[in-house]
């Protein structure tokens, strides 16, 4: 594979046939529509013979998705996956567990049919939809709430077909740090004596004692121990409701691994990659509407559209563009296979067990054949 940056006055021919590559799979592998026109900025992945790396090495990989999934973006992205993480499983403050809205049924045979293990991801939310650290408090502190909850998740995993649980809590309140983390315990021993594997989503943290209410609940060196793997939910610096910025830039990834890797091993790390980008509305103001969620393809396609070239930050490794529509600027930071590119030399520079994706409701097919390319992905 060969990553190539659109030029001016390039097309899909004139850059497929510089590769020796056809113009369909390079319109294929890029998911660019007829009349395959191209921003310029762009970056393409062309299949060419030339190794982007010298030699491949293992990784797990896992994708979050809700039941809403389409079916066929699910089969197109289930052969890169080791685990699928099946979002989400609540519960109430008596411990019983609340299943997503929609059967999640097809989810897990569709997992089995490509063998990627299914995942039942566990959840504090409460009737808003949002994560209740009321609701975490209630259940890690009552013996009763905990051990229905307990014995609820085991039957869940065993009547369902799942593999294992991920326990992806935030905004844990400080006082509950540590029975948060006995909570963790004495749920990982359940699901460990069925013979069942359990992960942690971990807040982006750079210190052990970080303030604020999305870190100061995580005990990064308590919890690495306990769990078979963590992931790192690197993403979410550019945000719906703050000023456009990427989504995760690679310095400020780079410090989180660089605290995580000094409290866990790294191979129980999975680092977290965002498969979304966020387009403002300029000027940005504090506590107004927020920014509108996409699509790496569909960021592109924004780009194309409105005649705007995309431009590379070397600091944050990442993609964005400026364009202006029905009398209103807009600033767009999305992912591409460049900064994608980046995430991989991350893992395999500090020996990370693999990378899970939020989320892979999006088809991002030019992103699995770069991963392709760096990994053999690891049947778990």
Same mark, same amino acid.
């Given at each position: 594979?060969?990553?190539?940056?659109?030029?001016?006055?390039?097309?899909?021919?004139?850059?497929?046939?510089?590769?020796?590559?056809?113009?369909?799979?390079?319109?294929?592998?890029?998911?660019?529509?007829?009349?395959?026109?191209?921003?310029?900025?762009?970056?393409?992945?062309?299949?060419?013979?030339?190794?982007?790396?010298?030699?491949?090495?293992?990784?797990?990989?896992?994708?979050?998705?809700?039941?809403?999934?389409?079916?066929?973006?699910?089969?197109?992205?289930?052969?890169?996956?080791?685990?699928?993480?099946?979002?989400?499983?609540?519960?109430?403050?008596?411990?019983?567990?609340?299943? /997503?809205? *929609?059967?999640?049924?097809?989810?897990?045979? =569709? %997992?089995?049919?490509?063998? #990627?293990?299914? @995942? &039942?991801?566990? $959840?504090?939310?409460?009737?808003?939809?949002?994560?209740n650290n009321n609701l975490i408090s209630s259940v890690v502190n009552d013996p009763a709430a905990r051990e229905r909850l307990?014995?609820?998740?085991?039957?869940?995993?065993?009547?369902?077909?799942?593999?294992?649980?991920?326990?992806?809590?935030?905004?844990?309140?400080?006082?509950?740090?540590?029975?948060?983390?006995?909570?963790?315990?004495?749920?990982?021993?359940?699901?460990?004596?069925?013979?069942?594997?359990?992960?942690?989503?971990?807040?982006?943290?750079?210190?052990?004692?970080? /303030?604020? *209410?999305?870190?100061?609940?995580?005990?990064? =060196? %308590?919890?690495?121990?306990? #769990?078979?793997? @963590? &992931?790192?939910? $690197?993403?979410?610096?550019?945000?719906?409701?703050?000023?456009?910025?990427?989504?995760?830039?690679?310095?400020?990834?780079?410090?989180?691994?660089?605290?995580?890797?000094?409290?866990?091993?790294?191979?129980?790390?999975?680092?977290?990659?965002?498969?979304?980008?966020?387009?403002?509305?300029?000027?940005?103001?504090?506590?107004?509407?927020?920014?509108v969620t996409l699509g790496s393809v569909e960021a592109v396609q924004l780009a194309v559209e409105n005649g705007a070239e995309?431009?590379?930050?070397?600091?944050?490794?990442?993609?964005?563009?400026?364009?202006?529509?029905?009398?209103?600027?807009?600033?767009?930071?999305?992912?591409?296979?460049?900064?994608?590119?980046?995430?991989?030399?991350?893992?395999?520079?500090?020996?990370?067990?693999?990378?899970?994706?939020?989320?892979?409701?999006?088809?991002?097919?030019?992103?699995?054949?770069?991963?392709s390319e760096y990994f053999e992905i690891t049947v778990a």
């Amino acid at each position: 594979m060969t990553i190539y940056t659109v030029q001016p006055g390039d097309s899909i021919d004139s850059v497929s046939n510089a590769y020796g590559v056809t113009a369909d799979s390079t319109a294929y592998i890029n998911q660019i529509p007829y009349p395959y026109r191209l921003a310029v900025g762009q970056a393409l992945l062309l299949p060419t013979s030339e190794a982007i790396v010298p030699e491949k090495r293992s990784a797990y990989i896992g994708g979050y998705a809700y039941p809403f999934i389409s079916r066929y973006v699910l089969d197109e992205t289930l052969p890169y996956l080791s685990y699928l993480y099946v979002f989400s499983y609540g519960f109430t403050t008596e411990g019983e567990l609340v299943p /997503p809205r *929609l059967d999640d049924t097809f989810m897990i045979e =569709a %997992a089995a049919q490509f063998t #990627a293990e299914p @995942v &039942l991801t566990l $959840t504090p939310f409460g009737a808003d939809g949002k994560f209740n650290n009321n609701l975490i408090s209630s259940v890690v502190n009552d013996p009763a709430a905990r051990e229905r909850l307990k014995d609820n998740i085991v039957f869940t995993i065993q009547e369902k077909g799942f593999y294992g649980v991920d326990i992806d809590f935030e905004y844990i309140k400080a006082e509950d740090r540590d029975a948060f983390t006995d909570f963790v315990r004495y749920i990982t021993e359940a699901v460990h004596s069925s013979g069942y594997p359990v992960s942690v989503a971990l807040a982006p943290k750079t210190s052990a004692n970080q /303030p604020g *209410l999305l870190y100061e609940g995580k005990d990064y =060196a %308590a919890l690495g121990e306990i #769990a078979d793997y @963590v &992931l790192l939910m $690197t993403y979410e610096w550019g945000y719906k409701y703050g000023p456009p910025m990427a989504v995760a830039p690679i310095n400020k990834v780079r410090e989180v691994l660089d605290y995580a890797v000094s409290e866990i091993s790294p191979y129980k790390i999975h680092l977290g990659i965002p498969n979304y980008g966020y387009d403002w509305t300029l000027p940005f103001i504090k506590g107004g509407r927020g920014a509108v969620t996409l699509g790496s393809v569909e960021a592109v396609q924004l780009a194309v559209e409105n005649g705007a070239e995309i431009l590379y930050d070397g600091t944050a490794m990442a993609p964005y563009f400026f364009y202006s529509k029905d009398g209103e600027d807009h600033e767009v930071w999305f992912e591409d296979v460049r900064s994608m590119r980046a995430k991989f030399e991350l893992i395999r520079e500090y020996g990370l067990r693999g990378a899970g994706y939020w989320t892979i409701m999006n088809l991002f097919r030019a992103n699995w054949y770069l991963l392709s390319e760096y990994f053999e992905i690891t049947v778990a």
